[in-house]
């Protein structure tokens, strides 16, 4: 999440914030839209590939919530509580890192669909996709945990009460932070992309071994590689840091800007592709989508239909009323 020091005048600031809340509020909506069918069907959550994407939704939606919250309190109020600055670094950092766990735990499930159709139902189990769920909380939250730990452990209790400008280096700040940092996202990343790799290698020999489902194979080969491109979109944040660098060295007057365009392409617009690659993509989605999208036109229409029918009744009436009158 960026934040710095605020050099911009009332009219950029609002601007700015204004921006960062319309395409927040707007793709939330969206995902919510996806979140809210997904509730409606009992089919979706009785199937685990749709409870790791809603699961991935929700972590955007939340993710994205806090990220716009911290840029437009970073001009409203410059300075907060260190203890409440450290709760909402803890949340946003927790749901950077659940993203890449759960395009890996996606990218296994496509895997088990496809090379291992008969022990799929056994596997991918909806209580064991819960577990899966809980197991990426838990990994991506101890690290988080661990940065406030090494600020306890090495810096006085006083620095609590103090108020700083609220981002990630305001917490990560120490030697110790970094080389974990560092050490975290390599393994993390590693990781992920070594699950990637293989999972989309074995589906991609299954393709060719196959002969009577092998568009199955084939598609779910394009969407392990979507999840990697989803992933590399995830990793533009880890190159937020070089990319202001050289941005600003090159235009040290663009100061505000420069930082606001790699927040906005980093932190906010990320949080819609995952709709649109996924949601959008699957046909069973896409269905359901279409058919509440026409209800409610529907009982738009019939609404319509009512009221003026109520509308014209009254007339009706009111004339008969003065008529006897």
């Known amino acids: 999440m960026n ?3 605020r050099l911009d005048d009332f009219n ?8 960062s809340c319309f395409l927040g509020v707007l793709i939330n909506t969206i995902n919510g839209f996806f979140v809210y069918i997904f509730f409606r069907n009992a089919t979706f959550q009785r199937d685990p590939r749709y409870i790791l994407y809603v699961h991935l939704v929700l972590n955007d939606i939340l993710m994205l919530t806090i990220a716009v919250f911290l840029q437009i309190l970073s001009y409203l109020v410059p300075f907060i509580n260190l203890s409440f600055c450290c709760f909402l670094v803890l949340l946003a950092v927790t749901t950077d890192r659940n993203s890449p766990f759960n395009l890996a735990g996606m990218a296994v499930e496509r895997y088990i669909a496809v090379c291992r159709p008969l022990h799929h139902a056994q596997i991918c189990t909806v209580r064991r996709t819960y577990v899966l769920i809980g197991l ?3 990994v991506s939250l101890v690290p988080s945990l661990s940065d406030i730990v090494l600020l306890l452990v090495t810096q006085p209790l ?3 009460s103090s108020r700083v400008r609220c981002h990630v280096a305001a917490v990560n700040y120490t030697p110790y932070h970094q080389g974990q940092s560092v050490a975290v996202q390599v393994i993390n990343l590693s990781f992920v992309f070594l699950t990637l790799i293989v999972t989309y290698l074995k589906v ?6 196959a002969t009577t489902d092998q568009a199955s194979a084939m598609k779910a080969r394009n969407t392990i590689l979507l999840h990697a491109l989803q992933l590399l979109i995830c ?3 880890y190159f937020t840091p070089l990319t202001n660098m050289v941005l600003l060295y090159a235009f040290p007057q ?5 930082l606001f365009t790699n927040f906005l392409f980093t932190s906010i617009l990320p949080r819609l592709l995952s709709p649109l690659i996924y949601g959008v993509r699957d046909q069973k989605m896409l269905n359901c989508i279409k058919v509440s999208l026409s209800c409610r036109q529907t009982t738009a229409r019939s609404e319509s239909v009512f009221n003026l029918f109520s509308f014209s009744l009254q007339r009706l009436l ?4 003065n008529f006897e009158a």
């Open 3 to 5: 934040s710095t020091t």
């Open 12 to 19: 950029n600031a609002f601007i700015k914030n204004f921006i």
């Open 136 to 138: 990426i909380w838990c």
């Open 158 to 160: 006083a620095i609590f």
């Open 204 to 209: 991609m020999f299954a393709a060719r071994r």
């Open 235 to 237: 990793m533009l944040a």
């Open 254 to 258: 663009q100061r505000t800007t420069i």
């Open 318 to 321: 009111d004339h008969y009323i």
